[in-house]
C-alpha cells in the first residue's frame, strides 16, 4: 500500500497517494510494529516531498527519525535522516538539514547505496546554497556515480536533478 500510495504520487495523484499511504499506517498500527511504521515515513515523507509540501514531509519524517533512533534502528533511519534533511532544505533550514545529513552519514553502512545518494544529493544542495560551489559539484558527482550502480530509476533520477540544481 506504501509503494502504490508513492506511485500515484509520482503520477501526481497526491490523494490517493496520501490514502494509500494512511491505509499502510493503519495497518501496521494494528500489529504493532513501530520499526516499520518509522520506516513507512519514508513512504509518505517522499509522496509529500513529491507535493510540494516539505511541512507535511518533515512532519512525517521527524516522527520516522524518532522512533527509529528510540528503537535503534539504524539502516532505516539513515534513508529516513537523509528525506528529513531534504524537507528541511526545501524549507531553507540549512543548519537543520546539515544535522540531518551527519545523522545519516553516521547511520549509513557504505553499502547502502540509497541512503549514501539521498544524503549526498542533499548535502550538495546545502553546500552550494553556502557558498562552496566546487564542494557541492564534487559531492553531487559521487551521489550520481553511486546511483548509476543502482537499478533504481528514482534514485538516478534524484542524484541527477540534483546535480543540475548544484549547477
Same mark, same amino acid.
Do not use: C
Given at each position: 500500500?506504501?509503494? +502504490? ?10 490523494? @490517493?497517494?496520501? !490514502? ?9 498500527? $494494528? =500489529? ?11 513512504? /509518505? ?7 510540494? @509540501?516539505?511541512?507535511?514531509? !518533515? ?13 535503534? !534502528? ?11 534533511? $531534504? ?8 543548519? $537543520? ?7 545519516? +552519514? ?8 540509497? /541512503? +549514501?545518494?539521498?544524503?549526498? /544529493?542533499?548535502?550538495? *544542495? =546545502? ?6 560551489? @566546487? @564542494? ?7 551521489? =550520481?556515480?553511486?546511483? *548509476? /550502480? ?5 534514485? +538516478? ?11
Amino acid at each position: 500500500l506504501a509503494v +502504490q500510495g508513492n506511485l500515484e504520487a509520482m503520477r501526481g495523484r497526491y490523494a @490517493d497517494g496520501r !490514502e494509500l499511504g494512511a491505509r499502510a499506517r493503519s495497518v501496521l498500527q $494494528e =500489529v504493532a510494529l513501530p520499526a516499520w511504521m518509522g520506516a513507512l515515513t519514508q513512504m /509518505s515523507g517522499w509522496t509529500e516531498i513529491l507535493a510540494a @509540501d516539505p511541512v507535511g514531509a !518533515e512532519r512525517d519524517l521527524r516522527w520516522g527519525v524518532e522512533t527509529l533512533r528510540g528503537i535503534g !534502528e539504524m539502516n532505516w533511519l539513515s534513508t529516513t535522516a537523509a528525506m528529513l534533511a $531534504e524537507a528541511l532544505y526545501a524549507q531553507s533550514r540549512l543548519e $537543520e538539514a546539515e544535522a540531518f545529513v551527519k545523522e545519516s +552519514q553516521r547511520a549509513a553502512g557504505s553499502e547502502d547505496i540509497f /541512503s +549514501q545518494v539521498l544524503l549526498r /544529493s542533499v548535502w550538495s *544542495k =546545502v553546500t552550494a546554497r553556502e557558498g562552496r560551489p @566546487d @564542494d557541492a559539484e564534487r559531492i553531487v558527482r559521487e551521489a =550520481v556515480a553511486i546511483a *548509476k /550502480s543502482s537499478d533504481s530509476l528514482l534514485l +538516478q533520477g534524484e542524484a541527477l536533478t540534483s546535480l543540475a540544481h548544484v549547477l
